[in-house]
């Protein structure tokens, strides 16, 4: 099992910027995929982005593609969100979610752990 701990959200003009960090704790850290998810108010919780074990390969939602960066740290069993150029679309709860299966995936249902999320808040 690994307990996962987000911070770094805020509140931030739009054009600006934020880290968030996901710290895990429990079982190797290295032997999951990590992603990022948001959600906004009233809306259903989405994908943004995905690292693989290794940090070898990420993916992104098209929403945030070439804005936001996502990486992690091993050692420090850390995973990071780069977020640059934010807009007030961006708004949202932001989780950590770590993934025990052999693939890297998009999908909610195969992430088995959850942080309890970081609000970033983005005026206009």
């Known amino acids: 099992q690994v307990q996962l701990v987000e911070s770094g959200g805020g509140l931030v003009q739009a054009g600006g910027s934020l880290r968030l960090s996901c710290a895990a704790s429990g079982r190797a850290f290295s032997t999951y995929h990590m992603g990022w998810f948001r959600q906004a108010p009233g809306k259903e919780r989405e994908f943004v982005a995905v690292i693989t074990r290794s940090g070898g390969s990420t993916y992104y939602s098209d929403s945030v593609k070439g804005r936001f960066a996502i990486s992690r740290d091993n050692a420090k069993n850390t995973v990071y969100l780069q977020m640059n150029s934010l807009k007030p679309e961006d708004t949202a709860v932001y989780y950590c979610?770590?993934?025990?299966?052999?693939?890297?995936?998009?999908?909610?249902?195969?992430?088995?752990?959850w942080g309890q999320g970081t609000q970033v808040t983005v005026s206009s």
């Open positions: 979610a770590a993934s025990s299966r052999y693939s890297m995936s998009t999908y909610l249902s195969e992430f088995n752990y």
